[in-house]
């Protein structure tokens, strides 16, 4: 194992102050696309359930608000617990081999008690939400603690990520309706087939390490036909989102918009090399652009 090999950005945390920096490691603070990723699908949700953005008002712009802070947080309280979780693997794994937890920069309980902290301010900002955006936030705790675990059972770990990471589209949907719609669904489900594509991709970065040390991943089981299987899921997305566009009666604009996302897959699609490490990681990372693009067809609906 290459323990030179990492995805820290230590060039971005060293700007901080020396007490902040394992812990800002920790919360992947040197590594926003985890965000973007999160936040995005609230984004889809609140825009989608406002027919674009010619409805926005003050409400609105307060739930973007929440979501923004709320995707940052609970994005770093995630990382947390899956290096909690996974501080013995990851002393196997050259990508993590240096993350605070496995090489011993950070304590368990310096890190239970950084927890803490997320969870408490997370929790304040769900509460500022209605009741049926709270009861979905609380209930994705439970799955938000079980995802690391997935990878040690199923070669479908993937697909737990896909369910957790983007019910944030639910959450802010119900947060400006009140309840959960149709179009939701079909938007809920195009944020699940686009997590198992970026996911899978971003899995090839480990495939040798997880091999030895038998941690399951889509990008194990797929092997080779990797790329096809992810060019199958991102498919699988435009034909969900078009279904929530006709559910909810979507303007013309929409389906135009969405050709550029379509482009843009295409483009990620053609470039992902799975015997490359760096292919996996720059193409995982485009996944931000297209999560913007797609949030632009969204405004449109």
């Known amino acids: ?7 820290i950005r230590f060039d971005i945390v060293a700007r901080l102050p020396e007490a ?20 995005l699908p ?28 709320g995707s940052i947080v ?13 501080r013995h693997l990851d002393q196997k794994v050259e990508r993590t081999a240096q993350r605070p937890l496995a090489s011993g920069q950070i304590s368990i309980k310096q890190a239970f008690a950084f927890l803490t902290g997320l969870l408490l301010i997370g929790l304040f900002i769900l509460m500022q939400l209605p009741g049926l955006s709270i009861i979905i936030g609380l209930f994705s705790m439970s799955l938000v ?33 009140g309840i959960v719609e149709p179009p939701a669904l079909w ?39 990797g790329p096809l299987w992810i060019i199958g899921f ?17 303007s013309v604009l929409y389906y135009i918009v969405l050709l550029l996302p379509a482009y843009y897959t295409y483009i990620i699609a053609w470039h992902f090399d799975p015997a490359s490490q760096d292919s996996a990681l720059s193409n995982f990372k ?16």
Not at 74 to 86: E, F, P, S, T, Y
Not at 234 to 250: E, N, R, T, V, W
Request: glycine fraction near 6%; charged fraction near 15%.
């Open 1 to 7: 194992m290459n323990k030179n090999f990492t995805d």
């Open 20 to 39: 902040m920096r394992s812990y800002a490691i920790m919360a992947r603070i040197d590594r926003p696309t985890g965000i973007y990723l999160l936040l």
């Open 42 to 69: 609230c984004l889809w949700g609140i825009f989608f359930s406002l027919h674009g953005i010619l409805q926005i008002g003050l409400e609105p712009l307060r739930i973007i608000f929440l979501m923004v802070i």
């Open 74 to 86: 609970m994005r770093g309280a995630g990382c947390v617990i899956n290096d909690l979780w996974d």
């Open 145 to 177: 603690i079980a995802y690391p675990l997935m990878k040690r059972f199923t070669f479908w770990p993937q697909a737990f990520l896909g369910i957790t990471f983007n019910i944030g589209i639910l959450i802010s949907w119900a947060a400006v309706t």
């Open 187 to 225: 938007l809920y489900l195009a944020g699940f087939l686009w997590t198992m594509a970026y996911d899978t991709i971003y899995a090839y970065q480990d495939i040798e390490d997880d091999r030895m040390i038998d941690i399951k991943s889509t990008a194990r089981l797929f092997d080779k036909n």
């Open 234 to 250: 991102y498919s699988a997305m435009f034909i969900a989102l078009i279904m929530a566009g006709i559910s909810a009666k979507a």
């Open 286 to 301: 485009k996944n931000a652009i297209l999560g913007a693009l797609i949030l632009l067809a969204i405004l449109f609906v």
